[in-house]
T-cell receptor, first 111, second 112 residues
Framework: RKEVEQDPGPFNVPEGATVAFNCTYSNSASQSFFWYRQDCRKEPKLLMSVYSSGNEDGRFTAQLNRASQYISLLIRDSKLSDSATYLCVVTKNGNAGKSTFGDGTTLTVKP | NAGVTQTPKFQVLKTGQSMTLQCAQDMNHNSMYWYRQDPGMGLRLIYYSASEGTTDKGEVPNGYNVSRLNKREFSLRLESAAPSQTSVYFC???????????FGQGTRLTVV
């Protein structure tokens, strides 16, 4: 079993739809959690950190469930520009070298 | 603000050749990383440097060496390139781990 698992998709949704991605992790010692966005043939860019209390940034909401060891990303009112691959990242014990990336979930938003 | 700058952006090597990928960051970050990304896969850590003067192996270090030249610069060297090292290489830096990392634009390396 991979340390960090994501549904690869692809998720194909119409503009304006709400879409949610989940990411599960296997190590209960994990401390920091992030969502990154990666456009085709580009570098990953930090989208948001994920906190125990949940956090929201505009149309994006991230949640952490430590008991079930998963994080989620909810995108409301999808835009064409949201089309990308979303990477889940889990870091253990605050150690710089212990970040594990998921393989990513691909989202395509269609007109 | 340049952020993280990698050079070169593209490179083709013959099997057995060597090369060094350069990375520099201007955000005064302590930690720097080298990742590789293969098609359809997530990023895998090659080496990292938690702070100036230290380097450590990541998940896939074989065939690579690194140098943390100073706080700004972290280079990755392939001593004898192999086709299995064909990949996209990303350099990244971070301040505190909890704040996430910032990535360079990547180096697309093909070994023939």
């Amino acid at each position: 079993r991979k340390e960090v698992e994501q549904d690869p998709g692809p998720f194909n949704v119409p503009e304006g739809a709400t879409v949610a991605f989940n990411c599960t992790y296997s190590n209960s010692a994990s401390q920091s959690f992030f969502w990154y966005r990666q456009d085709c043939r580009k570098e990953p860019k930090l989208l948001m950190s994920v906190y125990s209390s949940g956090n929201e940034d505009g149309r994006f909401t991230a949640q952490l469930n430590r008991a079930s060891q998963y994080i989620s990303l909810l995108i409301r009112d999808s835009k064409l520009s949201d089309s990308a691959t979303y990477l889940c990242v889990v870091t253990k014990n605050g150690n710089a070298g212990k970040s594990t990336f998921g393989d990513g979930t691909t989202l395509t938003v269609k007109p | 603000n340049a952020g993280v700058t990698q050079t070169p952006k593209f490179q083709v090597l013959k099997t057995g050749q060597s090369m060094t990928l350069q990375c520099a960051q201007d955000m005064n970050h302590n930690s720097m990383y080298w990742y590789r990304q293969d098609p359809g896969m997530g990023l895998r850590l090659i080496y990292y440097s938690a702070s100036e003067g230290t380097t450590d192996k990541g998940e896939v270090p074989n065939g690579y060496n690194v140098s943390r030249l100073n706080k700004r610069e972290f280079s990755l060297r392939l001593e004898s390139a192999a086709p299995s090292q064909t990949s996209v290489y990303f350099c990244a830096s971070s301040d505190l781990v909890a704040f996430g990392a910032f990535f360079g634009q990547g180096t697309r390396l093909t070994v023939v």
